[in-house]
């Protein structure tokens, strides 16, 4: 799922749904796209399924450039959620925050249970930190809507 085509086919529903609220949680995944694949992890279909031709940088995710570049953009977002404080939104309860599953159980947890680990131990910590963010996001929305739920 790293075409920008077929992400915004997908998301169409979250559109409708969340309006304005799932815009971020596109960009995410397209940012994903652009520089976690198309700039540091090699080859890939980019406009599927307009196309199959593959685009990218052929270089390992190993690579220092790869891992600096990896690094920079882990930093510049926990920068961003801090000074606007968009980071207080993961502890509170939003159903938008459900759309972190996406992203959590196609990314992140796959990459952190593969064995042997797919990527560089230099870059465990911003998926770990990412992972506690989405995770903490994901449980308090469900338990405030669960909790709703069984009270009625």
Request: no cysteine; glycine share 2%.
């Amino acid at each position: 799922m790293h075409s920008i085509i077929a992400a915004f086919i997908v998301f169409l529903p979250l559109f409708a749904i969340y309006r304005k609220e799932a815009i971020p949680y596109y960009v995410a995944i397209v940012q994903h796209s652009l520089i976690g694949d198309f700039m540091t992890g090699g080859r890939i279909q980019l406009f599927w399924p307009i196309t199959s031709q593959s685009y990218g940088i052929d270089r390992s995710i190993t690579h220092p450039m790869s891992i600096a570049i990896e690094w920079l953009a882990f930093l510049a977002s926990i920068a961003i959620m801090l000074r606007t404080k968009d980071a207080i939104k993961f502890f509170q309860p939003h159903k938008s925050n459900l759309i972190l599953a996406i992203p959590t159980f196609t990314v992140l947890l796959p990459t952190l249970l593969s064995y042997p680990l797919s990527v560089p131990a230099s870059l465990i910590p911003p998926h770990l930190a990412y992972m506690f963010l989405f995770s903490v996001a994901i449980i308090i929305t469900l338990s405030k809507l669960l909790s709703k739920r069984f009270s009625r």
